[in-house]
């Protein structure tokens, strides 16, 4: 069983930028491959970004690419770097934990196939 817990959401402007969090609990969690999705209001759950049980490979959603960074390190942590925040970014953002057999990330990425989801939290952008 693991536990994900979401934090650094938030008010910014147009423009600004917040980093997100995602403590995990599991004890082997370099086994898992990470990733953060959202839901704006009246949309439904979108792929954001992922990344390998390493590390070393990443991917982005087209709609963040160049603005958001994904990142982990070894403590149990994921954190999603958010640059040049949209009104259209406002949503909540949850994190996502996939067991994983090889260390390299999807470009089809599949709601359904994560394992353990986080509770959430609010990123507000205003104009």
């Known amino acids: 069983q693991v536990q994900l817990v979401e934090s650094g959401g938030g008010l910014v402007q147009a423009g600004g930028s917040l980093r997100l969090s995602c403590a995990a609990s599991?004890?082997?969690?370099?086994?898992?491959?990470m990733g953060w999705f959202r839901r704006a209001p009246g949309k439904e759950r979108e792929f954001v970004a992922s990344i390998s049980q390493s590390g070393a490979d990443t991917y982005h959603s087209d709609s963040v690419k160049g603005r958001f960074t994904i990142s982990r390190d070894n403590k149990n942590t994921v954190y999603l770097q958010m640059n040049s925040l949209k009104p259209e970014d406002t949503a909540v953002y949850y994190c996502a934990a996939q067991y994983r057999y090889r260390d390299y990330v999807s470009r089809v990425q599949v709601i359904d196939e994560y394992d353990y989801w986080g509770q959430g939290t609010q990123v507000t952008v205003s104009s």
């Open positions: 599991a004890r082997t969690f370099s086994v898992y491959g």
